[in-house]
């Protein structure tokens, strides 16, 4: 198994169980399987135009800022090529800041496939979602419905009709949905960021005072989302 896995992985699962060794604990047999993980692609970096540079800075502000209050839940943010820009941004800016790599760290991979493609166990999955809250228009927002299959589509529905920028919606994914049975996610929490590209309804007209208010807002809801399913 842990040849499929990615470096990524690799280093996390040895560096979680660091503390737990030191501290003589029998807690180091814990699977990671079992830490709370949040899995999320970066919001609005690509089919809506956002900045990478200022999404970075939003990003690990954000992680720093929740890193405490999540306890040992892990976030990881996921992309899907070695190439990704904003990945090595928020990586490199990660590292200047010196946050905990066994609490937050990078992973290349499809969201949809973290577990059966990576041996990345995530139980919380984020989507950079639409207003409409409705499957389709390409990017990570195709790809979590398709492989949600029909069950996402409707617990969304129970949920909220649409979604204003800024903000997250936690769903929590029946048992049924090939997620839950493949890939073990139990929520998927749909969240909308800022939009800059003027094809895309809500169009920000390039303006980063703005746009940036209403990433840091997204950032916050998502987290607080995962938040609240630990609780
Ligand atoms: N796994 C992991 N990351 C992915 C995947 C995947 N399967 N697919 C894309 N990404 P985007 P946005 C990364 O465009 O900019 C949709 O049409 C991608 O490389 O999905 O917030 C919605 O319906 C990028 O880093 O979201 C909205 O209308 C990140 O996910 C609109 O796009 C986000 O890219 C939202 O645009």
Redesign the pocket.
């Known amino acids: 198994k842990f040849s499929s896995l990615s470096d990524n992985a690799v280093l996390k699962s040895k560096e979680v169980e660091k503390p737990a060794v030191r501290s003589g604990s029998h807690a180091s047999h814990v699977s990671l399987d079992d830490v709370p993980t949040l899995a999320f692609?970066?919001?609005?970096?690509?089919?809506?135009q956002?900045s990478h540079e200022k999404a970075a800075d939003i990003i690990v502000d954000k992680v720093l800022e929740f890193s405490d209050k999540l306890g040992n839940a892990r976030l990881v943010l996921?992309?899907?090529s070695h190439k990704?820009k904003?990945l090595s941004l928020v990586k490199a800016k990660a590292a200047q800041k010196n946050i905990d790599t066994r609490k937050f760290f990078t992973h290349v991979?499809?969201?949809?496939c973290l577990y059966s493609g990576g041996g990345l166990r995530c139980s919380v999955i984020a989507n950079?979602?639409?207003w409409r809250l409705k499957p389709g228009?390409?990017?990570?927002?195709?790809?979590i419905f398709n492989a949600a299959g029909p069950a996402l589509e409707s617990a969304t529905k129970e949920r909220a009709k649409s979604l204003l920028p800024g903000n997250a919606i936690v769903v929590p994914l029946p048992s049924r949905s090939p997620l839950f049975v493949r890939e073990g996610v139990t929520h998927v929490i749909h969240v909308l960021?800022p939009n800059m590209n003027p094809q895309?309804p809500n169009y920000l007209g390039n303006d980063y005072g703005k746009g940036c208010k209403i990433l840091q807002d997204a950032y916050t809801s998502l987290f607080e989302g995962f938040a609240s399913i630990l609780r």
């Open positions: 692609p970066s919001i609005s970096t690509s089919d809506f956002f996921v992309d899907l990704s904003i991979g499809d969201i949809t950079a979602a639409n228009g390409g990017g990570v927002n195709a790809a960021g895309r």
